[in-house]
């Protein structure tokens, strides 16, 4: 990753990926320390707070998704 534009890729993909500014410092900073599993470590608590988020929708979708069948089945007598 030695040419600037290595490094904009892996800093666009970072933000793309939702980390913020901190955890993008960090994640760069650990990988100048040569420290890649503390670097994977980061990426993988990322990862789970965003498969957080994701399971937390998918439980209102379902909440919606039943409202729904309910007033269908309601609409039915």
């Known amino acids: 990753m030695s040419d600037g534009r290595s490094r ?7 933000k793309d990926a939702g980390c913020g500014c ?8 650990l990988g100048e320390e040569g420290k890649t ?7 993988a608590s990322h990862r789970r707070q965003l ?4 399971h937390a929708e998918e439980k209102r979708i ?4 039943y409202l729904v069948y309910q007033m ?3 609409d039915q007598k």
Request: with cysteine; net charge negative.
């Open 8 to 14: 904009e890729a892996l800093i666009q993909n970072l």
């Open 22 to 29: 901190k955890c993008v410092e960090k994640f760069l900073s």
């Open 37 to 43: 599993g503390e670097q994977m470590k980061l990426l």
């Open 51 to 54: 498969l957080d988020r994701v």
């Open 62 to 65: 379902d909440c919606l998704d």
């Open 72 to 74: 269908q089945k309601e």
